[in-house]
C-alpha cells in the first residue's frame, strides 16, 4: 500500500507565501512523475505543476513565476513554494505521484490541503 501525505497548508493574506509538502510512505519500487493539483469549489480539478524523477517541471500558466516545484528523491517528498498568493489560488490542493510497484506504475492521491488566500 502506498500513501501520500501532505502537510502545509493554511490560511494566508493575499501576497503572502506557503509551502506544501507531500511525503510518499508505503511498499513501491521507485516514483517517476510527482505533481500538485487544486480544485476550487464549484470548478474541476486541475493540475497546478508536476515535476519528474529527473527534475523536469511543467507549470499551469496562472502560476508561472509564482510557484516552484521541486522534490527530495531521497525522502520521497514533493514540495510546492507558493508565493504573491492571490484570492483565486483559494483552493483544496492535492499531492499525486506515479509510483513503480511490482506489477507496473500506480496512480497514488494525497487526501487534500486546503489553501485560503484572502484579499
Known amino acids: 500500500q502506498v500513501q501520500l501525505v501532505e502537510s502545509g497548508g493554511g490560511l494566508v493574506q493575499a501576497g503572502g507565501s506557503l509551502r506544501l509538502s507531500c511525503a510518499a510512505s508505503?511498499?513501491?519500487?521507485?516514483?517517476?512523475?510527482m505533481g500538485w493539483y487544486r480544485q476550487a469549489p464549484g470548478k474541476q480539478r486541475e493540475l497546478v505543476a508536476d515535476i519528474t524523477s529527473g527534475g523536469s517541471t511543467n507549470y499551469v500558466d496562472s502560476v508561472k513565476g509564482r510557484f516552484t516545484i521541486s522534490r527530495d528523491n531521497a525522502k520521497n517528498t514533493v514540495y510546492l513554494q507558493m508565493n504573491s498568493l492571490k484570492p483565486e489560488d483559494t483552493a483544496v490542493y492535492y499531492c499525486?505521484?506515479?509510483?513503480?510497484?511490482?506489477?507496473?506504475?500506480?496512480?497514488?492521491w494525497g487526501q487534500g490541503t486546503l489553501v485560503t488566500v484572502s484579499s
Open positions: 499525486n505521484a506515479r509510483v513503480g510497484i511490482r506489477l507496473g506504475y500506480l496512480g497514488v
Open positions: 508505503g511498499s513501491f519500487s521507485s516514483i517517476d512523475t
